[in-house]
């Protein structure tokens, strides 16, 4: 399929920020047609290296030369280089939640027709886009109506909308569950057969060895090295050497739980949807966490985990109708967020952008920010304390910041995730919740992060993790729950668990296939 | 250039800020040959200021939580007049009286607050009908008359600062002493946070850059209080100008070094994020309305005790001068950012332009051609700026994005949220 000649040179880029040099050197060969990935761990400069090819950082604010499809490419803007047939699907969703389909397609390039927009025409376009990913959707659907995994395919219509000849997409399964991932790598075999070449930044090396023709893995800002593979058979330790330099036996380290009582016990908990009356979207859930223990939530996209978690942390989200908490064997109503932090609940978000940070402070500031009275002296900040908090925080989570006062919007995704959990752990919980805990880190630091979860749980902490990857799941938990449609259709011991197993279980809302 | 970097020390914008004002003034000194910078006409830019300035400090918390209070000079005048008629009709003392006043403020802020807070109706709207409700409301109490204020409120508005001590100073003693404290409390100040840093971080800041940045500022300092104190004999620094520095260090320090200021910040930065950080969002919009019409009732009696009357007119476009000065000092519309100091400085240079463009006899329709113009020159080196530094972002290259999606009634929903839930 992929004949040699390269579509794409980078040659030599070398990116400098203030006090960080982002890219150094970098050189990446892509073939025409082929699909190619870029791995390495939060912080190598994989978006950086993307954002100086699609034009984001524009000709000048880098060194090194960009040849595509045999020219030399100078772009100023994003809108050049998607004339050249480039475009970018970026890390984070870009698309404006309330307008329509049609809309976000066709925002900055509407189809113009003596000068007026021809809606008519646009939505006939729009249809036809959304055939070519494989969507039926009525082209007037809000975007915010839609899951995860079809605003990513229809950021790919998008991108088709476009003519696009090169697509760079920058860790789009992130955010997706195992069905919509092997929708998406489906479309991108799809996109590939009709010539399009593709650029794919993951972290997930098994859709990597599923797909990716090539493989180019990055560490530092540097160009560690670039091979071919054969689909399907991809020496995944091989990456894992070269990105974090040195091999890592166990995806998950060892851990033997020591759990202890029932520290934290929901009974009967229903919450009604904010927005629709009369429609629940917790059904009456129980469930309890012990000292010492880490309980998984499997459940597919849109079951209600997420809603179950924050209508817990302090009534954060949705109408609570009744239910209990018991908290060390006391009941406790925790009315408000502040109400649960005092308690010693955390909720990690798992939208770190929308939920978990605000993007105008620095490192010092987030990581206090769920819990300032920690850092008062008589009743004001000490910027001393702080400092030495959030300094605290950044070594042992080993975040990747030049130091504490750096905004956290300069910071890699992985690294902002390693913040906000940092800022939680700051608050002392003894019963913490993470949502997606790991979405968007790295081997490497995901293995870290699995260590300290399990710090955590052996210091006693009650740990929920809500995650997508079953396999995270399965590595983790020392039980596992399944949500669907809002019921906790189950519950299994981690012996018992397989992910066959639970994909039934999160599909079937009657509860006789738990037992 | 990187030297004087470096004794500007982090606060780029700031001092760029502080040196286009210095510019400013010596430009209109030489053009009005050399009215500009006189005991006088400084005392009067203080006195004559002060009371805007107070309302920007209320206004720059309001617009760093991401609303806007467009009520303050009515509310300013409203609370006057309340004033200045319990005095005369109900034969309150004058102390009686401010008191009513500022607690009508209170009562408004709270009004104001509850709209915004408890129902979700975004403050532009809020303060928009507040501003004809109390605009209507004073020309209706005062019957369209200007009501006499009681004349010891001239010390607050106009008053200067008392003479004592020795004689061979040459100069107002109490401005003096206001010039040294000032001096020692900027390089203590300056010291202690070098030393901090150091034993924080283990970088040693070079000496020099400080010891220079002490230098120069205690020198503006003490030539300003030379300026204030050699006036005419029984003037000094004013009284209004004592208590904005007050309210200035009290406000910095709420806004900087408080839970409460924080949240300010943090409501503005991303609400969604802050409500799951424990912050109580209803509260903190009621809590920072609540202080802004309370800043605009002080600011209003301030401006009273100058006038020594009440009128119905009192405060009209008050908000316009506020809002320019908290946007001249680099606040974004979108909130989140804007500070009480960098607002001062906004607050000035607007001020100094009002004197100067006077002094030069130039007209107040030309006035504020030229004030419009400069408000939007520096939002315009502000935005261009930031693009330099932080162009890969995407919440920058997307900046409706956000707001969109938590903006006006759905966030509020999302804030009162949790109180449905209680019921
Ligand atoms: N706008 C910016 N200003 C300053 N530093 C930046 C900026 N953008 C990125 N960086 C820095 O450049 C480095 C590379 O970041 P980049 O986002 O490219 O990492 P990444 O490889 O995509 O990581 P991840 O897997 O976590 O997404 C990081 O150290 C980051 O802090
Ligand atoms: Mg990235």
């Known amino acids: 399929m992929s004949d040699h000649t390269p579509i794409l040179q980078m040659k030599n880029i070398t990116k400098i920020f203030p006090g960080v040099k982002a890219l150094d050197e970098v050189t990446l060969e892509v073939r025409q047609g082929e699909i190619h990935a870029i791995c390495g761990e939060n912080g190598a400069g994989k978006s950086t290296l993307m954002k100086v090819l699609s034009g984001v950082h524009p000709y000048g604010s880098y060194t090194g030369q960009i040849i595509y499809q045999g020219k030399e490419m100078s772009f100023k803007d994003i809108k050049e280089s998607e004339k050249a047939g480039i475009a970018i699907i970026h890390q984070e969703l870009t ?20 000068g007026l927009i021809d809606w008519d025409e646009a939505r006939r376009l729009t249809v036809d886009l959304l055939k070519r990913v494989g969507l039926s959707l009525n082209p007037n659907t809000q975007i915010k109506n839609l899951g995860v995994g079809q605003q990513q395919l229809v950021e790919i219509a998008k991108a088709l909308s476009k003519n696009v000849r090169l697509l760079i997409l920058d860790e789009p399964t992130s955010a997706l569950n195992e069905e919509d991932t092997e929708n998406l790598l489906n479309q991108m075999r799809e996109l590939k057969s009709k010539g399009i070449t593709c650029i794919m930044i993951s972290h997930k090396l098994n859709e990597i060895a599923a797909i990716a023709d090539s493989v180019t893995v990055i560490r530092d800002g540097r160009t560690v090295e670039t091979y071919d593979v054969e689909a399907g058979h991809v020496d995944e330790d091989r990456i894992i050497r070269a990105m974090v330099g040195r091999s890592l036996e166990n995806r998950f380290p060892d851990h033997v739980p020591d759990t202890g009582d029932v520290i934290f016990e929901v009974s009967g908990w229903r919450v009604e949807d904010p927005l629709i009356p009369g429609r629940l979207i917790c059904k009456d859930s129980n469930f309890f966490v012990r000292a010492g223990e880490i309980v998984g939530f499997a459940g597919l996209m849109g079951a209600g985990r997420t809603e179950l978690m924050r209508s817990l942390f302090g009534r954060n989200f949705g109408i609570y109708q009744r239910g209990t908490i018991k908290h060390h064997g006391k009941d406790v109503k925790l009315k408000s967020v502040s109400a649960a932090i005092r308690q010693g609940i955390a909720y990690v978000p798992e939208d770190r952008k929308v939920l978990g940070l605000n993007l105008l402070d620095n490192v010092r500031m987030t990581t206090t920010s769920a819990n300032l009275k920690a850092v008062l002296n008589h009743g004001l900040i000490d910027s001393s304390l702080e400092y030495r908090a959030a300094e605290k925080e950044r070594k042992d989570l080993s975040v990747k910041a030049a130091s504490v006062e750096v905004g956290v919007s300069t910071l890699s995704g992985g690294n902002q995730q390693k ?15 993470l949502d997606e805990p790991t979405r968007g880190i790295d081997v490497g630091a995901k293995y870290e992060i699995y260590r300290l979860i399990h710090a955590l749980a052996d210091q006693g902490k009650a740990v929920i993790m809500v995650s997508s990857e079953l396999p995270e799941l399965l590595g983790m938990s020392d039980r596992i729950y399944t949500i669907c449609e809002g019921s906790i259709t189950g519950v299994l011991d981690r012996k018992d668990a397989d992910s066959e197993k639970l994909m039934r279980m999160m599909t079937t809302t009657s509860d006789a296939a738990a037992n | 250039m990187k030297r004087i970097k470096e004794v500007m020390g982090g606060d780029f914008r700031q001092f760029t800020m502080v040196i286009a004002l210095v510019v400013l003034i010596v430009i209109f000194n030489i053009i009005s040959g050399g009215r500009m910078v006189t005991s006088a006409n400084f005392q009067n830019l203080i006195s004559g200021n002060a009371y805007v300035l107070v309302l920007a400090i ?8 991401g609303q806007i209070d467009l009520s303050v000079g009515s509310v300013a005048g409203f609370c006057g007049m309340v004033m200045a008629l319990t005095a005369r009709d109900l034969n309150f003392p004058w102390w009686a009286a401010v008191l009513v006043g500022i607690l009508i403020g209170v009562l408004i802020g709270a009004w104001q607050g509850f709209w915004l807070a408890k129902l979700g109706i975004p403050g532009f709207i809020t303060t928009l009908g507040g501003m004809m409700i109390f605009r209507g409301g004073v020309i209706w109490i005062s019957k369209s008359i200007s009501v006499p204020a009681p004349h010891e409120l001239k010390m607050f508005g106009a008053g200067y600062l008392p003479e004592w001590g020795p004689a061979f100073t040459g100069m107002n003693n109490s401005t003096l002493l206001l010039g040294v404290i000032g001096i020692f409390a900027y390089a203590y100040a300056q010291l202690r946070r070098r030393t901090k840093n150091e034993k924080l971080t283990g970088v040693n800041e070079a000496l020099w850059p400080v010891v220079v940045r002490i230098v120069l500022v205690g020198a503006v300092i003490g030539y300003l209080a030379w300026l204030f104190g050699t006036g005419r004999p029984g003037t000094s620094f004013p009284v209004p100008g004592v208590i904005l520095i007050i309210l200035v260090i009290i406000y910095h320090i709420i806004t900087q070094r408080t839970t409460f200021g924080r949240h300010i910040y943090a409501v503005g930065g991303n609400k969604a994020a802050a409500a799951l950080s424990g912050v109580n969002v209803p509260r ?39 809002i320019a000065s908290v946007f001249i000092g680099g606040a974004a519309v979108s909130g989140g950012i804007g500070t009480v100091l960098a607002t001062m400085v906004g607050g000035m240079v607007m001020a100094v332009l009002n004197s100067g463009l006077m002094l030069m006899g130039v007209g107040a329709d030309r006035t504020a051609v030229i004030k419009g113009l400069v408000l939007l020159a520096a939002v315009a080196f502000d935005v261009y700026n930031k693009k330099q530094g932080r162009k890969s972002i995407i919440g920058h290259l997307f900046p409706g994005n956000k707001d969109k999606q938590e903006g006006g009634a759905s966030g509020a929903s999302g804030g009162s949220g949790g109180d449905t839930g209680q019921s």
């Not at chain 2, 209320?58 to 939580?65: H, L």
């Not at chain 2, 019409?293 to 908000?319: C, H, K, Q, V, Y």
């Open chain 2, 284 to 322: 903190t919009y009621f809590l920072t309305m609540l202080n802004m019409s309370f800043l605009a009732a002080l600011a209003g009696i301030m401006f009273i005790g100058r006038a020594t009357a009440a009128g119905p007119s009192d405060g009209t476009n008050w908000e316009l001068d506020a």
């Open chain 1, 95 to 114: 698309m404006i939640p309330e307008l329509s389909i049609t809309e976000n397609i066709f925002m900055g390039n509407e189809v113009r027709r003596r």
């Open chain 1, 419 to 433: 913040v906000v959990l940092g800022k939680w752990i700051f608050t002392e919980p003894d019963v913490l919740i």
């Open chain 2, 58 to 65: 209320g206004m720059v918390m309001v617009i760093v939580i």
